[in-house]
């Protein structure tokens, strides 16, 4: 009676946590032992609450960090920011062109008033009548003398004195209506017609209208 032989016992891997062992694969026909399966990883879970609650404290600390970092940025920013704005310089030019126009304003009615003042100058003092003392010369007789009655004493300075009525300031032997000489000393007098034209004098003194 030939003895069978026996088979060799079949060798178990093991399972994964909490599970059965498994029985080892068979053998290649190399002689090789097959290698063993890397053992299952605990099973993944379905559940996405943590996934969702890290990225949400992402979300809000990268939000913060924002927000620290602008707020450090501003209170080291010391610029005069203002200082480039330039309102008030605006109000400077509406003062200037608010005076000049006041002053321009006012000038008008300052001319005005000197404009207004100046005709009242004084009077232009009275044209003169004609004279009734008078020396030598040749007058015209109610222009430039009065006619009346005038006397005179002739100097004692003077060589001789002439005087003439004439009918006119020509000069002409013809217009001649009176004349005579006279001594130095003398007392002269001569009486001068409102119909006379002219009369003249030379060395007699001055003649001065008594009537």
Same mark, same amino acid.
């Given at each position: 009676?030939?003895?069978?032989?026996?088979?060799?016992?079949?060798?178990? +891997?093991?399972?994964?946590?909490?599970?059965? $062992?498994?029985? %080892?694969?068979?053998?290649?026909?190399?002689? *090789?032992?097959?290698?063993?399966?890397?053992?299952?990883?605990?099973? !993944?879970?379905?559940?996405?609450?943590?996934?969702?609650?890290?990225?949400?404290?992402?979300?809000?600390?990268?939000?913060?960090?924002?927000?620290?970092?602008?707020?450090?940025?501003?209170?080291?920013? !010391?610029?005069?920011?203002?200082?480039?704005?330039?309102?008030? %310089?605006?109000?400077?030019?509406?003062? #200037?062109?608010?005076?000049?126009?006041?002053?321009?304003?006012?000038?008008?009615? #300052? #001319?005005?008033?000197?404009?207004?003042?100046?005709?009242?100058?004084?009077?232009?003092?009275?044209?003169?009548?004609?004279?009734?003392?008078?020396?030598?010369?040749? *007058? $015209?007789? @109610?222009?430039? &003398?009065?006619?009346?009655? *005038? =006397?005179?004493? +002739?100097?004692?300075?003077?060589?001789?004195? *002439?005087?003439?009525?004439?009918?006119?300031?020509?000069?002409?032997?013809?217009? &001649? &209506?009176? @004349?005579? @000489? /006279?001594?130095?000393? /003398?007392?002269?007098?001569?009486? &001068?017609? =409102? /119909?006379?034209?002219?009369?003249? /004098?030379?060395?007699?003194?001055?003649?001065?209208?008594?009537?």
């Amino acid at each position: 009676m030939t003895n069978a032989a026996t088979p060799p016992p079949v060798p178990f +891997v093991p399972g994964p946590p909490g599970g059965p $062992e498994r029985p %080892a694969p068979a053998m290649p026909a190399q002689g *090789y032992p097959p290698p063993f399966p890397p053992p299952p990883g605990p099973a !993944r879970r379905t559940d996405r609450r943590p996934l969702l609650f890290g990225a949400g404290g992402l979300l809000v600390g990268l939000l913060l960090g924002a927000m620290c970092g602008g707020a450090v940025a501003g209170s080291g920013d !010391r610029r005069p920011v203002a200082a480039t704005a330039g309102p008030p %310089a605006s109000t400077a030019p509406a003062t #200037t062109a608010a005076a000049a126009a006041a002053t321009t304003a006012a000038a008008p009615a #300052t #001319t005005a008033a000197s404009t207004a003042a100046a005709p009242t100058t004084a009077a232009a003092p009275t044209a003169a009548g004609p004279k009734t003392s008078f020396g030598d010369g040749t *007058y $015209e007789v @109610n222009v430039d &003398i009065a006619p009346g009655t *005038y =006397k005179t004493t +002739v100097p004692d300075s003077s060589i001789n004195c *002439y005087w003439q009525r004439s009918k006119d300031v020509s000069g002409d032997f013809d217009s &001649i &209506i009176a @004349n005579a @000489n /006279s001594a130095p000393g /003398s007392p002269v007098v001569v009486k &001068i017609l =409102k /119909s006379d034209a002219g009369f003249t /004098s030379h060395g007699c003194g001055t003649w001065t209208r008594s009537g």
